[in-house]
């Protein structure tokens, strides 16, 4: 019953930044735990970042230091900063709800954003 609509992606050289945002549907929204995932051509989805229900905040080791996930609970949205991007951070980037201690999420997979990051 869960749905996001992820925006924000685009082209951009190395080094630059660009900022997501998710749009959460549902009333029950600030109970999840809130995750951005990410999955380039030929690969599995990975879990990036990922906030809690009270703001703590985990990332993968490979955008540890270049990215910031937050929330807005009044206004539904979920958004990542990225700074300092690499060509190795191309990929479609999902925002779901993701099950501690599991792979699984919550909510159902919407179409993604792109970001390429190119020069």
């Known amino acids: 019953q869960v749905q996001f609509v992820e925006s924000g992606g685009g082209l951009v050289q190395p080094g630059g930044s660009l900022r997501l945002s998710c749009q959460a549907s549902g009333s029950t929204w600030r109970f999840y735990n809130m995750g951005w995932y990410r999955q380039a051509p030929g690969k599995e989805r990975e879990l990036v970042a990922r906030?809690?229900?009270?703001?703590?905040?985990n990332y993968a080791d490979s955008v540890k230091g270049r990215f910031t996930i937050s929330r807005d609970n009044t206004k539904n949205m979920v958004y990542l900063q990225m700074n300092s991007l690499k060509p190795e951070d191309t990929a479609v980037y999902y925002c779901?709800?993701?099950?501690?201690?599991?792979?699984?999420?919550?909510?159902?997979w919407g179409q993604g954003t792109q970001v390429t990051i190119s020069s």
């Open positions: 906030i809690s229900t009270g703001g703590s905040t």
């Open positions: 779901n709800a993701p099950q501690t201690g599991s792979s699984r999420v919550f909510g159902s």
